[in-house]
């Protein structure tokens, strides 16, 4: 033993020193002797040892028991010797071990126990009780111990291995299994008898002197209690102990989740019911659960745990009982209706967890309530109280921090999903009752608007807007936009009446939570806006969008200030904003030209150029950039589906993006004039200036296109898109490359190849030509979606672009693909793929043709190799795919030679790449692939008949390597079972290609 290195112990460790002990450490372990030398130390010079020296020699017999000790059955008398004496010394020392040094014993002590007990130590646990006699110091180890053990063998979080729990479950069966001999002088039949014994010991005998004790006791109660038997605990000593302990402010917590586990115990229902009728009695006699508003919340919490276990046991009870109908439920339900006061006590307490404690057994209730055919009045009047209590825990409390949420703020906004959940529940429970509660607080709240706090406003929206989720209330929607006459309708006229109309609207003054919901419930119930009269209501609400979005009351245009709202709200917002007008812009013609006019321009352009300009600071974030979008996109759908002149809504359209195309310009003089330029910030300039282009071609569809929208007008909508792409394009021959503004062009052709139709074919060359500069695999991947796009579409029309670009992009792609890894590569690959297959699904083969013989050459082999090699099964699909679509083309009038390239490539292609071990026969995208290839197949012996067969039995299928792990040659008899099944039917063909596949890959 070397004590230089153990003296480094007991001093504060330097790195030098750390990498001794731990040398010294590794190398004790090692040792046959090593743990011998830890025990003795332990046991002998304890009292003279540092923690840090203890601590060092209980992890070396740690180790010892963890990796050597189960194979050592000479060592286990030697191991019970130390355990025991070192546990007789700590006793009795008057020294107080620490806290972690008692833990690592008893996690010791476990270890040992669960590979010595019950083969090598059966005694082990009557053994360990001999100790209590020590002291309380022995006692509180006893309790360490057993809850190592627990820790070790029961707790279910904790994975183990087969072994481990078969392990765990002989461990626990044999402290469970009753001796068959008699009891004599009072010996226990079994070790959970004893167990029991001792706990109940220890809490009566330490219950005035030590309650730390007690409480730790009743801890590993209630950790021991789900395994053991319920009959040692359900009984009169245990319950008077229970209940005493209650009254007990230091013992009452622990308490409560052991008499929990009593209830929670599975049993027949009856049995359930009886026990918790039984415990309820002797707690409410005892006056526990008179609740005191100013108690402590956590012992609250866990009363209020306590309870809702036994309601939803009851709950559980009464689903499980009886067989034969409701009537035989009835006996369960009275006891559960007899605690819904207290549980309502709890659930209206005014901390927000101990309310949550009992949220678990209300919704058991619902959902009881929602098996009766016919609800009573008892049942109504227990929803009645529930609704009333769930409103006013739903209300922010005065505290709450809507500038700085932190863990508070997020708790109760998590509660508060639970409580709209519980909401629903009742809502779907029954309709009219929280139909009508809900329109009392609407009427009464916003009646009273300019008396009423903002929580109760916030609250009425908050349940008005909850309503739409049960699927009977959004049929009451359809219904009531359709045809009229509902609670629910009459609850948003009350909303819209008495929040936006009348004067300067008083929603625009309210708390901005208010204000933001407020609109989530406008845009919930836009179609009840579709109709009369309440169409009237759309100017209204679009003033009071703009008004609240703008920062200012909208009668009141002199100073125009930021908007109230914090950002994530204004965000919100919105998007809101953008959602209604599309929902409504079919109604927009309501709206007068005047007011038209003046929304158009003072209200909506001015917020969208606002929005702007926030966005080209330094500091704008992506948030931001969504806020502008959904204003661009809201603008332009208000200009052209309202009331105005065609010309009118052009001069609009061009007012609205003016300033975007003047900053483009700007940038444009300043990339090339200036020597050296601010990229950077050019950049983000010139991509915002591109993408309110492709914000604003939101508003049109490829069912309302562009050049359809005004044809009496000369100027339609289209030419200032197209005007702008000309100089888009013009901008993007410059020699610097800029990748936000190339990615926002690529979304500007998206956009314009469903609203332009075949004008944007005359800009491809030049788009194509510039988007190639960048060679990344995601600009790359971008193009070819691009021309995927395209090629969809316009299919024909394309064409002559594609014989020309094609080429291009082939090699631009080649030469990309060996510089990249991982998904890089995959998602260029799949695009490319996707490409050739809309070639050949558009019928565009001529462009495949009318490529050089080498590029066409190396296009073909690049299907193959993708077929074969590729370990993507959704590309190797796309190749399967095309080849049998060549194979359909091509097969029987293609171009010379296909038909060679046919048998010596696309035939072993279909065979090579589902033999290969990456092709996971159990996965759904592999299937599909293989479906392709077998379709395949089954295309070339539709076309080329028996010349086919001959092929593949004369040529190819004998040497091919069947079971190739094997490198076996596929026997003669399988060959005909393939020639033979090839001939079957598409369907059946396919079935028996996977297992053909499954055999052949051994």
């Known amino acids: 033993m070397n004590r230089n290195i153990l003296n480094l112990l007991e001093t504060p460790l330097v790195q030098g020193n750390l990498a001794q002990v731990n040398f010294y450490f590794e190398e004790i372990i090692g040792s046959d002797t090593g743990w011998q030398l830890a025990i003795t130390e332990l046991t002998r010079t304890a009292d003279n040892l540092s923690d840090h020296t203890k601590f060092f020699w209980w992890q070396i017999v740690e180790n010892f028991v963890k990796t050597r000790y189960t194979q050592m059955d000479s060592a286990s008398l030697l191991m019970r010797n130390f355990l025991f004496q070192w546990l007789h010394n700590m006793s009795i020392s008057a020294k107080e071990e620490s806290s972690f040094l008692r833990n690592k014993a008893a996690q010791v002590f476990s270890l040992v126990f669960i590979v010595d007990f019950p083969r090598r130590w059966p005694s082990f646990l009557f053994d360990f009780l001999e100790t209590l006699k020590l002291g309380p110091k022995a006692v509180d180890f006893y309790l360490r111990v057993l809850k190592a053990i627990d820790s070790e063998v029961v707790e279910r979080e904790i994975p183990h291995s087969n072994v481990e729990a078969n392990r765990n479950t002989l461990i626990k069966d044999t402290i469970r299994e009753t001796s068959k001999k008699p009891r004599l002088y009072g010996i226990p039949h079994s070790h959970t008898e004893a167990l029991v014994n001792s706990w109940y010991e220890i809490c009566g005998i330490y219950e005035m002197s030590d309650s730390r004790l007690v409480s730790e006791c009743l801890c590993v109660i209630c950790a021991y209690m789900s395994w053991i038997d319920i009959s040692l605990f359900a009984n009169e000593h245990f319950y008077t102990l229970f209940v005493r302990f209650m009254k007990d402010q230091h013992l009452r917590e622990p308490d409560c989740d052991c008499l929990c586990e009593v209830v929670a115990k599975g049993m027949d229902s009856s049995a359930k019911v009886k026990l918790i009728e039984s415990l309820y009695s002797l707690l409410h006699g005892a006056g526990v659960f008179v609740i005191d508003n100013e108690e402590d919340s956590d012992y609250l919490c866990k009363l209020g745990k306590l309870i809702n276990?036994?309601?939803?046991?009851?709950?559980?009870?009464?689903?499980?009982?009886?067989?034969?109908?409701?009537?035989?439920?009835?006996?369960?339900?009275?006891?559960?209706?007899?605690?819904?006061?207290?549980?309502?006590?709890?659930?209206?307490?005014?901390?927000?967890?101990?309310?949550?404690?009992?949220?678990?057994?209300?919704?058991?209730?619902i959902i009881?309530?929602?098996?009766?055919?016919?609800?009573?009045?008892?049942?109504?009047?227990?929803?009645?109280?529930?609704?009333?209590?769930?409103?006013?825990?739903?209300?922010?409390?005065?505290?709450?921090?809507?500038?700085?949420?932190?863990?508070?703020?997020?708790?109760?906004?998590?509660?508060?999903?639970?409580?709209?959940?519980?909401?629903?529940?009742?809502?779907?429970?029954?309709?009219?009752?929280?139909?009508?509660?809900?329109?009392?607080?609407?009427?009464?709240?916003?009646?009273?608007?300019?008396?009423?706090?903002?929580?109760?406003?916030?609250?009425?929206?908050?349940?008005?807007?909850?309503?739409?989720?049960?699927?009977?209330?959004?049929?009451?929607?359809?219904?009531?936009?359709?045809?009229?006459?509902?609670?629910?309708?009459?609850?948003?006229?009350?909303?819209?009446?008495?929040?936006?109309?009348?004067?300067?609207?008083?929603?625009?003054?309210?708390?901005?939570?208010?204000?933001?919901?407020?609109?989530?419930?406008?845009?919930?119930?836009?179609?009840?806006?579709?109709?009369?009269?309440?169409?009237?209501?759309?100017?209204?609400?679009?003033?009071?969008?703009?008004?609240?979005?703008?920062?200012?009351?909208?009668?009141?245009?002199?100073?125009?200030?930021?908007?109230?709202?914090?950002?994530?709200?204004?965000?919100?917002?919105?998007?809101?904003?953008?959602?209604?007008?599309?929902?409504?812009?079919?109604?927009?013609?309501?709206?007068?030209?005047?007011?038209?006019?003046?929304?158009?321009?003072?209200?909506?352009?001015?917020?969208?150029?606002?929005?702007?300009?926030?966005?080209?600071?330094?500091?704008?974030?992506?948030?931001?950039?969504?806020?502008?979008?959904?204003?661009?996109?809201?603008?332009?759908?208000?200009?052209?589906?309202?009331?105005?002149?065609?010309?009118?809504?052009?001069?609009?359209?061009?007012?609205?993006?003016?300033?975007?195309?003047?900053?483009?310009?700007?940038?444009?003089?300043?990339?090339?004039?200036?020597?050296?330029?601010?990229?950077?910030?050019?950049?983000?300039?010139?991509?915002?200036?591109?993408?309110?282009?492709?914000?604003?071609?939101?508003?049109?569809?490829?069912?309302?296109?562009?050049?359809?929208?005004?044809?009496?007008?000369?100027?339609?909508?289209?030419?200032?898109?197209?005007?702008?792409?000309?100089?888009?394009?013009?901008?993007?021959?410059?020699?610097?490359?800029?990748?936000?503004?190339?990615?926002?062009?690529?979304?500007?052709?998206?956009?314009?190849?469903?609203?332009?139709?075949?004008?944007?074919?005359?800009?491809?060359?030049?788009?194509?030509?510039?988007?190639?500069?960048?060679?990344?695999?995601?600009?790359?991947?971008?193009?070819?979606?691009?021309?995927?796009?395209?090629?969809?579409?316009?299919?024909?029309?394309?064409?002559?672009?594609?014989?020309?670009?094609?080429?291009?992009?082939?090699?631009?792609?080649?030469?990309?693909?060996?510089?990249?890894?991982?998904?890089?590569?995959?998602?260029?690959q799949r695009s490319y793929f996707s490409f050739i297959a809309a070639v050949c699904g558009n019928h565009l083969v001529e462009v495949l043709l009318s490529q050089d013989p080498n590029i066409m050459q190396q296009v073909l082999m690049s299907i193959i190799q993708g077929a074969t090699e590729l370990n993507d099964p959704m590309a190797q699909k796309d190749c399967y795919s095309i080849l049998k679509k060549l194979v359909e083309l091509w097969g029987n009038n293609g171009p010379p030679g296909f038909v060679e390239f046919l048998y010596k490539q696309i035939v072993p292609a279909c065979f090579l790449g589902p033999l290969r071990k990456t092709f996971d026969l159990s996965d759904a995208q592999t299937l599909l692939a293989l479906n392709e290839a077998s379709a395949c197949l089954k295309l070339i012996y539709d076309q080329k008949g028996e010349e086919a067969i001959e092929f593949l039995q004369s040529q190819y299928l004998p040497r091919l390597d069947f079971r190739s792990n094997y490198f076996r040659p596929m026997p003669a008899p399988k060959i005909l079972e393939f020639c033979q099944a090839l001939r079957m039917e598409a369907k059946l063909f396919k079935q028996f290609l996977k297992a053909f596949f499954l055999e052949g890959k051994g």
């Open 309 to 365: 276990t036994m309601g939803v046991q009851l709950a559980v009870s009464w689903t499980r009982h009886g067989i034969y109908g409701l009537e035989n439920k009835l006996p369960i339900m009275d006891p559960l209706e007899n605690k819904l006061p207290i549980i309502s006590t709890f659930f209206g307490n005014r901390d927000d967890n101990v309310s949550a404690s009992v949220l678990e057994c209300i919704n058991e209730y």
């Open 368 to 828: 009881i309530l929602k098996q009766k055919y016919l609800l009573s009045s008892v049942d109504r009047q227990n929803l009645e109280s529930l609704i009333s209590i769930n409103f006013e825990k739903m209300k922010y409390d005065e505290s709450y921090n809507f500038d700085n949420d932190g863990d508070e703020e997020a708790q109760f906004l998590e509660f508060r999903i639970q409580l709209k959940k519980l909401y629903v529940n009742i809502a779907s429970l029954d309709k009219n009752l929280i139909l009508s509660r809900t329109q009392q607080l609407v009427t009464s709240t916003w009646e009273n608007r300019q008396t009423c706090e903002f929580q109760d406003a916030e609250l009425a929206l908050t349940c008005l807007y909850e309503l739409g989720e049960p699927a009977e209330v959004r049929a009451m929607v359809i219904i009531a936009a359709t045809y009229g006459g509902s609670a629910l309708e009459d609850m948003v006229r009350t909303m819209v009446k008495f929040g936006v109309t009348g004067g300067i609207s008083p929603i625009l003054d309210m708390h901005h939570v208010v204000q933001l919901q407020f609109f989530e419930v406008v845009v919930r119930y836009d179609k009840l806006f579709l109709r009369e009269p309440y169409s009237n209501y759309i100017p209204d609400l679009m003033l009071a969008f703009l008004g609240v979005l703008n920062g200012s009351n909208y009668e009141d245009k002199q100073e125009r200030t930021e908007s109230h709202l914090p950002r994530e709200a204004r965000s919100r917002v919105c998007y809101l904003l953008s959602q209604f007008v599309r929902a409504v812009k079919a109604c927009l013609s309501v709206i007068p030209s005047d007011l038209y006019h003046e929304l158009s321009l003072s209200e909506f352009c001015f917020l969208a150029h606002k929005l702007r300009e926030e966005f080209l600071d330094i500091n704008s974030s992506l948030r931001l950039s969504t806020d502008v979008r959904y204003i661009y996109e809201a603008t332009t759908t208000f200009i052209i589906n309202g009331s105005l002149d065609h010309r009118i809504q052009i001069v609009m359209m061009d007012f609205l993006l003016n300033h975007d195309m003047d900053a483009f310009k700007t940038v444009l003089d300043q990339v090339q004039r200036e020597a050296e330029p601010d990229i950077v910030a050019l950049d983000k300039v010139a991509a915002h200036s591109v993408n309110a282009f492709t914000w604003c071609s939101e508003a049109f569809s490829n069912r309302l296109e562009m050049r359809v929208v005004g044809p009496e007008c000369e100027t339609p909508h289209s030419a200032l898109f197209v005007q702008a792409l000309e100089i888009f394009v013009k901008f993007a021959e410059i020699p610097t490359v800029l990748p936000e503004f190339q990615r926002a062009l690529r979304r500007y052709c998206h956009r314009l190849a469903f609203c332009l139709d075949k004008d944007i074919l005359q800009f491809m060359p030049a788009i194509s030509k510039t988007l190639l500069r960048s060679r990344d695999a995601t600009s790359l991947s971008e193009n070819w979606f691009l021309i995927n796009q395209m090629t969809s579409k316009f299919k024909e029309d394309i064409i002559p672009f594609l014989k020309v670009e094609f080429q291009p992009m082939i090699r631009a792609t080649v030469a990309a693909l060996p510089n990249l890894v991982g998904g890089q590569e995959i998602q260029l």
